[in-house]
């Protein structure tokens, strides 16, 4: 049993990995993701009999937290083999990683797929997304005069920036980074509507179709009425409205019938917490509580 880094030759194989333990990601999303994503990574392997059976990926990212900037780690793609599960190989894996970044973060983050797993490595949930259920007939039809699809990656930053400012918690976005959201949801079948006031964007959301249904995977405004008429641009009568946000966003007004469901969406774990104390000027213990307090204010969205 071997555990390394990725070499260029294991990237095939970790391919394959990836398509079976994530049925749902699409092919033109994966071919993106290893061609815009795969090499700016951390990616680590563990080898058995001779082929790549486990594996996990480690970006790198800046987060707004309580009035603190901070370069973090975020965990995605962890995968193993389904003849190679159970057998301790992805705890291996997870301890490696962990160790790793231990040594250059303050933090690591990963999305809370599988809570009480994540829980035994000291992860903690620090983050809710709430998702409202909506029956297109229950939505109030409006003028869409200032909806388009024309969109520039500078002009989205500025409005992301405008948006999170409001919240906490919240991952940073650079112009590049929205070049690259665009041409990840180009690539992966995803659309992108925004609303364009008089003088600049005050909004965006990025949205797919299903069957039978739409889910708007991200919304972000700078008021309600933004957000009401790039809802009401993609509304078909015969499919569900899924809309997800932060735990803080209350949509009742816009949608009073909606079914609306609470779910756990981020996680977070303290390498060095004598380091993490000195920094926040609180124990971790104290931290955890507020974030309990405060869980309202954290608005924590990434898209991988």
Request: net charge negative.
């Amino acid at each position: 049993m071997l555990i390394k880094d990725a070499q260029t030759e294991d990237k095939s194989a970790i391919y394959k990995l990836w398509k079976q333990a994530y049925p749902y990601l699409e092919l033109n999303y994966l071919n993106f993701y290893f061609k815009h994503k795969f090499d700016q990574d951390v990616s680590l392997v563990l080898e058995k009999d001779e082929h790549i059976v486990s594996c996990l990926q480690m970006q790198h990212h800046t987060i707004r937290l309580f009035q603190h900037r901070l370069s973090v780690s975020y965990l995605l793609y962890i995968a193993t083999d389904e003849a190679y599960r159970r057998k301790g190989y992805m705890t291996r894996l997870m301890d490696e990683i962990l160790d790793q970044a231990s040594h250059n973060h303050l933090v690591t983050f990963v999305k809370a797929y599988y809570p009480e797993v994540l829980e035994t490595f000291g992860f903690k949930k620090i983050a809710y997304r709430k998702q409202y259920c909506v029956d297109p007939s229950q939505v109030k039809a409006c003028a869409l005069t200032h909806v388009e699809t024309t969109l520039h990656a500078e002009e989205l930053s500025k409005v992301y920036q405008a948006f999170v400012q409001h919240f906490d918690g919240y991952f940073e976005r650079s112009t590049y980074d929205m070049k690259l959201l665009m041409e990840q949801c180009f690539q992966s079948q995803k659309q992108m509507i925004g609303y364009r006031g008089d003088y600049q964007l005050e909004g965006y959301i990025i949205y797919q179709r299903k069957e039978h249904y739409i889910y708007v995977e991200e919304a972000i405004y700078l008021h309600s009425r933004a957000l009401e008429e790039m809802l009401n641009a993609i509304i078909q009568d015969d499919e569900i409205l899924i809309v997800e946000v932060s735990e803080m966003e209350s949509l009742e007004a816009l949608f009073p019938n909606a079914t609306v469901k609470n779910q756990v969406y981020m996680m977070m774990k303290i390498h060095q917490v004598d380091l993490f104390e000195k920094l926040y000027q609180m124990s971790e213990e104290a931290f955890y509580q507020k974030i309990t307090n405060e869980k309202q204010s954290i608005w924590v969205h990434i898209d991988d």
